[in-house]
């Protein structure tokens, strides 16, 4: 499995930005897609963006559409800018990658296998 090792979390006040990064070990462009989900204590993982595998298609869930962009460069990197951020959005912020050549308009959370050890973001008021 593709080894992933997420980065650029931190501590800001509510209506900042972050910006986070995901690296793989190996180029993922045109065969993994790719997501980012949010979790927090006591809570399941859960996902709020998602990208193709050629970044043709992007899909965000409704409490991020608006706020959060999805995108990923032709190699190995994938990011998540997170602006406006609130202080639900606080939490463990985990990069996941599909099985290869996964389809995606059948693509289920379930179908992420592979994770880092994520990255945490902190949102004060």
């Not at 180029?27 to 897609?33: E, V």
């Not at 460069?73 to 406006?84: A, E, I, P, S, V």
């Amino acid at each position: 499995q593709v080894q992933l090792v997420e980065s650029g979390g931190g501590s800001v006040q509510t209506g900042g930005s972050l910006k986070l990064s995901c690296v793989a070990s190996e180029d993922t462009w045109n065969k993994y897609c790719m997501a980012w989900f949010h979790q927090t204590p006591g809570k399941e993982r859960e996902e709020v963006a998602r990208i193709s595998a050629a970044a043709t298609e992007t899909s965000y869930t409704d409490s991020v559409q608006g706020r959060f962009r999805i995108f990923r460069d032709n190699g190995k990197t994938l990011y998540l800018q997170m602006d406006r951020l609130k202080r639900d959005d606080t939490g463990m912020y985990y990069c996941g990658a599909s099985r290869p050549l996964a389809n995606w308009y059948t693509l289920r959370s379930a179908d992420f296998i592979s994770w880092g050890h994520g990255t945490q973001v902190t949102v004060s008021s």
